[in-house]
């Protein structure tokens, strides 16, 4: 498989997924950090990547995604963005209500 259908793959199993350096439970970057705590605050499960893992991946998800850092947020396939997005929304109860609908998808 080549590394954009793996990124397709990614995206099409995992109704919300972060592209992120660490894990969550050990984030290797402030950014990353912050995101996963704006993602847990909303309650559901979300799937995550560690680029740093895959120089090959973190460098295709680049061109992929035409968005140059990371972490990067997708929800249903579509690129939400990074940190400072992620935070803005989770702000506004935007995040909330995305990542509570997609979700809700998985479970139907």
Do not use: H
């Not at 950014?31 to 090959?56: H, P, W, Y």
């Not at 973190?58 to 249903?76: F, G």
Request: proline share 5%.
């Amino acid at each position: 498989m080549d590394i954009n259908e793996t990124i397709k793959s990614q995206l099409d199993e995992n109704p919300i997924i972060l592209y992120m350096k660490g894990t969550p439970q050990a984030p290797q970057c402030g950014f990353s950090a912050k995101t996963v705590q704006a993602l847990m605050a909303c309650g559901e499960r979300f799937a995550f990547v560690n680029i740093l893992d895959n120089q090959e991946l973190r460098e295709a998800l680049k061109v992929y995604s035409s968005w140059p850092t990371y972490p990067q947020l997708y929800i249903n396939g579509d690129l939400v963005g990074g940190c400072d997005i992620v935070l803005e929304m989770s702000e506004s109860g935007e995040l909330a209500t995305m990542v509570k609908a997609a979700a809700k998808q998985t479970e139907a």
